[in-house]
């Protein structure tokens, strides 16, 4: 073995993963090479002082951070869960509702005080339903204000509660996706934007934030959103990225895969 | 149940599956050597600290790509250096590299013990970790990931995108920078 033969083979014995049979050819190699031995007693020293160095250690807050951001992202993900089972739950009560009603119509009996005791029933829920939105939307705006990151984040899963019309809620997402300093509460702020995907004002959002984003992981998010949504006016946008030579090349070869994918 | 043994790979597996809860468990197990990983490359606290949120924010978002026949810290380190980069790009700050470094007055990012307190083996340790601060990123990222990281070769070249043989070569080649720059510091100390 030659000497530039032998450099692979140093690296491989300071990590304890040399063949036996490398083990021979290196060992022999150094026997007969005295620059070469001398260079890995050298070099293998220094190694060794490496693992001497102490390590740096993160503050305390890390964990409380980690757990708090976590927390906020699981109620997010479970909520969102549990409110598609629910509305799955809700179309197989509609239908029961429905053939109810045709069969009280087929029996015709006690119609008309059916009617109007339904009526009161529905004006407390409409008003109730609106006072659960209330404090849904305040919760998720108060939250989405404030300076932890992670209480915005929190307040971002507050708004998979929201009413897809609510649009003081729709705003202070868009307003994350376009202003939030933290690249986490941005990315949580777009797939909470999904909610949304049938207001015309969000989908006008989506593609207006493309423009004016700059870090890769959430343009390739918001690329995703325009064709999850099949937003085919997002073509000019989209174009301006894939052509875009100072912008990553995964999210320009992101946005033609999306241009194909629109056509 | 918290599954105390279980292979980072299974537990990441489980997560992408729904089991959100297990990723506290690779929380515990990694967040030291992420953070480690960033100070090293960026000397900043306070940044490192970020984004070692970040990378299990997007292990999170990104868990149903998580590929359990594949190594998982060889995952996870892809992520941290997307979100590294992502970092750099976002706040136009840079990975300072040995030439930016020359003439300036470098601290140490660690409360390591000073030289005196910690000389072992002939070696001045607090001279070791300013020739390591000292050396470009790429050299210096190669040695955290597999000195004080300890991952294999191949999960390394998974990380950096190369073949495993590249990895060995670029491993030597640090050292070989690393030695440069240490005796350089230890001539410069003597005289």
Same mark, same amino acid.
């Given at each position: 073995m030659t000497c530039e033969e032998i450099k692979p083979l140093l690296a491989e014995s300071w990590a304890g993963a040399l063949s036996p049979q490398d083990s021979h050819a290196l060992e022999q190699h150094l026997s007969v090479c005295e620059q070469c031995r001398a260079e890995s007693a050298r070099l293998g020293e220094l190694w060794r002082g490496l693992s001497l160095l102490p390590a740096d250690e993160p503050g305390v807050a890390v964990r409380e951070r980690f757990y708090e951001s976590f927390s906020a992202y699981r109620d997010g993900v479970l909520y969102r869960d549990t409110s598609e089972h629910g509305r799955r739950t809700n179309l197989r009560q509609t239908l029961l509702r429905i053939a109810a009603g045709l069969a009280l119509v087929v029996g015709g009996a006690g119609l008309g005080y059916g009617l109007r005791s339904n009526q009161a029933s529905a004006g407390e829920i409409t008003q109730l339903r609106s006072e659960v939105g209330s404090m849904r939307q305040l919760v998720t705006l108060s939250l989405m204000q404030q300076q932890s990151a992670s209480e915005r984040l929190r307040g971002v899963s507050w &708004?998979?509660? &929201?009413?897809?019309?609510d649009t003081e809620v729709l705003d202070a997402l868009v307003a994350a996706v376009n202003h939030d300093t933290n690249v986490n509460v941005r990315l949580a702020a777009v797939d909470a934007l999904r909610t949304f995907g049938g207001n015309r004002a969000a989908r006008e959002a989506v593609k207006q934030a493309l423009s004016g984003e700059t870090a890769p992981i959430v343009q390739v998010a918001l690329i995703d959103l325009l064709v999850d949504l099949k937003e085919t006016g997002a073509t000019p946008q989209l174009r301006r990225v894939a052509s @875009?030579?100072? &912008? @990553?090349m995964g999210v320009r070869q992101r946005a033609e895969w999306a241009l194909e994918r629109l056509q | 149940m918290i599954t105390v043994g279980a292979d980072d790979n299974v537990l990441m597996a489980r997560v992408s599956a729904?089991?959100? /809860?297990k990723l506290a468990v690779l929380f515990e197990r990694h967040h030291r050597g992420l953070f480690r990983y960033f100070i090293s490359l960026n000397r900043d606290r306070q940044l490192s600290e970020d984004l070692v949120q970040d990378v299990f924010f997007r292990m999170l978002r990104y868990r /149903? /790509?998580?590929?359990?026949?594949?190594a998982f810290t060889a995952w996870m380190y892809q992520i941290a250096r997307r979100a590294n980069l992502d970092r750099v790009r976002d706040k136009r700050a840079e990975i300072v590299g040995i030439e930016e470094f020359t003439g300036r007055n470098l601290e140490p990012v660690s409360a390591a013990p000073g030289p005196e307190e910690n000389a072992s083996a002939g070696q001045d340790l607090g001279l070791l970790r300013r020739a390591l601060d000292l050396l470009p990123a790429d050299k210096r990222e190669i040695l955290i990931l597999s000195?004080? #990281? #300890?991952?294999k070769y191949e999960d390394i070249a998974a990380v950096l995108g190369c073949e495993i043989g590249a990895v060995k070569v670029r491993v030597y080649r640090a050292m070989r920078a690393l030695e440069q720059i240490y005796f350089g510091l230890e001539k410069g100390k003597a005289s």
């Open positions: &708004a998979y509660r &929201a009413e897809p019309s @875009d030579d100072a &912008a @990553d | 729904g089991e959100l /809860s /149903s /790509s998580y590929d359990p026949t594949k000195r004080f #990281e #300890e991952m």
